[in-house]
Every structure is written in structure tokens, then in C-alpha cells.
């Protein structure tokens, strides 16, 4: 019965964390302290991160399929893609001229779900290795096999049996994310703004 609930719970997560926690991080971030330094939400970051490893880590959900512990993952790794839009806003905010950042908060942390929807597509064969990250993030995937394989830690980072790949994919996703905002924000900054805008500053 309960399994029925996981998918439209999920679909709902999403919706929320698209629409209303970006913006709401924000909010609260510059609520503590204002201008907002970059280390307050990267730290926050790493903090989700260790969560994380510590739920794998403890196995605090005996059944991972069950709907507490979907619902647990899914809010990290989604409040993981709304850090990683935001943090570099508090950089380069500034160049971008917006006063209503939390709009363009929404159009990227759509983008972060559906890379996450990707990221978490991959399959792998009952007690097979895990797939190599660059099939599942673009951008960052091949960083993080290119230093497994140079480090010749492939047989720990690929194991199904340790929690090594789930916390290097989330890794991966965050900063694939923060990547993609930063370089849109970067963009918004040079792109000439219109005559209106100029003339109102």
C-alpha cells in the first residue's frame, strides 16, 4: 500500500524543491548574515554530504526501498541540488543585475532534478560493479574515473557492496550543478543589459 505513495510523493518532492527551497534557503541564509560568505552554504554542503554517508554508513534504513528511506534520499540529494544552485549566486549575483534571483533559482534547480533523474537512471547487474560515473554526469563523471582509475581505486569506488559510489555520484551531481549555475550566472553578467535597466541605475 505504502509502496503505491513512493512515486507520487517523490513527483512532489520535486515540485517543492523546484519551486520554493531554493528560494527559501536563500532567504534564510541572508536572514543570518548578509552579504552571505561563500563558505556558509558550501559548508552546508558538506555537512548533507556526511548525513548521507552516515545513513549508508549506519544503515539506518534496514529496507532502502522502503518509503521512509526514499523519501530521507531523495530530500538530501534534492536539498544538495538547491545548495548547488544558490552557492554560486552569493559570488556572482551581484554582475547578474536580477532582483527576483529566486526565478532564475527555479529554471536551474528544474535543470539539478533532471540531472539528478539521470544520474540515479543507471543500472547495473545483480552483484556486478556499478556503472562509471561519466554515463551518468557529464560534466564531473569523468573526473571523478579518470582519478579512480589513476589512483587504481576501481574495484572500491564501483563495488555495489560499499557505499563509496553513491556518495562520489551525489559529490559528482553537486558540483556538476554548481558548475551549470555558476557558468549561467557568469553569463547573465556580460550579456548587455536592456536600456531600461541601464537607465533605472
Known sequence: MYEDLIFPMVMLLFVIFILIVPALIYAGLRKIVNPVPLRL????????????????????FSEPNSMAGTLVWFSLMLLLTSLAVITPYFWLGDKTGIDRPWLIFSLLSFMGVFLMFLST??????????????LLLPLTGWFLDGSAAILNIQDLVYSALLPVHTLL???????EVFIIAALFYALLGVLPRGKDETQGK
Open 121 to 134: 537512471m543507471g543500472e547495473s547487474r545483480e552483484g556486478g560493479p556499478l556503472p562509471q560515473f561519466f
Open 169 to 175: 555520484l551525489a559529490t559528482g551531481l553537486y558540483l
Open 41 to 60: 552554504p558550501l559548508l552546508l554542503a558538506v555537512f548533507v554530504l556526511l548525513v548521507m554517508g552516515g545513513i549508508l554508513q549506519f544503515k539506518v
